[in-house]
Nanobody, 123 residues
Framework: QVQLVESGGRLVQAGEALSLACAAS????????VGWFRQAPGKEREHVAG???????YYPDSVKGRFTVSRDNAKNAVYLSMNTLKPEDTADYYC?????????????????WGQGTQVTVSS
């Protein structure tokens, strides 16, 4: 079983950059696709980035060009770098893992979840 812990969330100003980390433990993490999701109050959980086990990143159009996902399998970690943050990026950010769905993008595609880290972007 994979366990995930996010870190790095904090209050930032609009236009700033922020990086989040997802630390994983458990067997064969390098064989999992990892996704980043966010959820704002009153909204559904939204996919913002994913990276396959063999290092192929993918993004929804809503964040493409501003968010970058990367992974370091030697450290069992996945990172999300976010640039030019906007107030609408305010949300709890979660990482999740799946070894079934190669390009998972729905929350239902993922079996393991972290507890989330809060990102607040002030205007």
């Amino acid at each position: 079983q994979v366990q995930l812990v996010e870190s790095g969330g904090r209050l930032v100003q609009a236009g700033e950059a922020l990086s989040l980390a997802c630390a994983a433990s458990g067997p064969a993490f390098s064989s999992y696709t990892v996704g980043w999701f966010r959820q704002a109050p009153g909204k559904e959980r939204e996919h913002v980035a994913g990276i396959t086990w063999n290092n192929l990143p993918y993004y929804p159009d809503s964040v493409k060009g501003r968010f970058t996902v990367s992974r370091d399998n030697a450290k069992n970690a996945v990172y999300l770098s976010m640039n030019t943050l906007k107030p609408e990026d305010t949300a709890d950010y979660y990482c999740a893992a799946t070894n079934i769905k190669y390009f998972g993008s729905s929350p239902n595609d993922f079996d393991y979840w972290g507890q989330g880290t809060q990102v607040t972007v002030s205007s």
